[in-house]
């Protein structure tokens, strides 16, 4: 597991970002994109959209709002269950 970390500023963890969304989220997700990556958008502004979709917030700086992002990645990474998913997928 990770190790402690003190934000600056309130933070979700981890955990609570991890819980499941409502079916009517999710059936959207299904039907649009999330913004691509080559986007024509600088990459501060792109951080923001990604952290807003996620519920993450950002504040001045963007080093504790990537790091929350970063961790939800590794956790969705490490998690047994998504993995199963992810192999049973086409």
Do not use: G
Not at 27 to 50: C, M, N, Q, T
Request: charged share 25%; with cysteine.
């Amino acid at each position: 597991m990770f190790e402690q970390v003190h934000y600056s500023k309130s933070m979700p963890d981890v955990e609570s970002l991890m819980q499941v969304w409502p079916e009517e989220i999710e059936r959207l997700l299904k039907d649009i994109s999330l913004p691509p990556a080559k986007i024509d958008l600088d990459l501060k502004d792109y951080v923001r959209i990604v952290c807003a979709i996620l519920d993450i917030p950002v504040y001045s700086s963007m080093c504790e709002s990537l790091h929350v992002l970063f961790t939800l990645y590794s956790e969705f990474r490490n998690n047994q269950h998504f993995r199963n998913n992810a192999n049973q997928q086409p």
